[in-house]
């Protein structure tokens, strides 16, 4: 818009000098021939600014919502695959009590887990299953530690902050940044259900926070 306005101005600036140059002597019209170089210098230089500051603006933004759809597709779930199909078993079993626990009474979050995979997606998950939990994994495998945690992929923790340090935790991650998981939440009862992925807190005898460790592909292992 500044650069046309611009335009504008210079076309009606000539018309009014050419009507004034008409009438006078050779030497004033040098001297206005001058007069109008100079003009059109300075207009040109302020247009070919207002280009260059609108190109910027342009690039700075194709960046922007090339950053942000790479971050958008990061949370979303092909319709009909198999991070999908893991996904709505998981999901299915939501508020499920005591389903998955131990002859101690504690969670057995990693099965849950790999019961969605398995389950739910058709993926053999007996090498995950022999590791002895998420901790297991992690030392085995390693993982992603990029966040939010890839949906449809299983997300390792473990327990920060009391001397129950070791306690590990296996989650399945949900687009959004949430995930779902089997967690304790008093003596030998446990419920499934969905939570924020980085605020996690152990609730079984005393509270401490999850660490996220990072999340494996399973489904593309």
């Known amino acids: 818009m500044k650069g046309c306005k611009s335009?504008?101005?210079?076309?009606?600036f000539l018309s009014l000098l050419t009507v004034a140059i008409v009438g006078c002597t050779e030497e004033?019209?040098?001297e206005?021939?001058?007069?109008?170089?100079?003009?059109?210098?300075?207009?040109?230089?302020?247009?070919?600014?207002?280009?260059s500051e609108k190109k910027d603006e342009l690039i700075e933004g194709a960046k922007s919502s090339i950053e942000k759809g790479k971050d958008d597709l990061i949370g979303i779930i092909t319709p009909g695959s198999k991070e999908e199909k893991?996904?709505?078993?998981?999901?299915?079993?939501?508020g499920n009590e005591n389903t998955y626990l131990d002859d101690n009474g504690r969670g057995l979050c990693h099965l849950f887990v790999l019961d969605a995979f398995k389950h739910g997606a058709?993926?053999?998950v007996d090498a995950y299953r022999n590791l002895g939990g998420a901790y297991g994994v992690y030392k085995t495998y390693g993982a992603n530690k990029s966040e939010p945690p890839k949906?449809?992929?299983?997300?390792?923790?473990?327990?920060?902050?009391?001397?129950?340090?070791?306690?590990p935790h296996t989650a399945l991650a949900l687009e959004n940044g949430?995930?779902?998981?089997?967690?304790?939440?008093?003596?030998?009862?446990?419920?499934?259900?969905?939570?924020?992925?980085?605020?996690l807190v152990y609730r079984y005898g005393s509270q401490f926070k999850y660490e996220y460790l990072g999340w494996i592909d399973v489904v593309n292992d």
């Open 178 to 199: 949430e995930i779902i998981h089997n967690n304790n939440y008093e003596q030998g009862k446990s419920i499934i259900k969905i939570e924020e992925y980085d605020d």
């Open 86 to 94: 893991a996904i709505r078993w998981a999901i299915n079993q939501k």
């Open 151 to 167: 949906p449809g992929t299983m997300v390792l923790y473990r327990g920060i902050g009391t001397k129950n340090t070791g306690v």
């Open 28 to 30: 004033m019209q040098d």
């Open 122 to 124: 058709g993926i053999n």
């Open 7 to 12: 335009v504008i101005f210079i076309g009606l």
């Open 32 to 51: 206005l021939g001058g007069i109008i170089r100079d003009e059109l210098g300075e207009l040109e230089k302020e247009i070919m600014e207002g280009v």
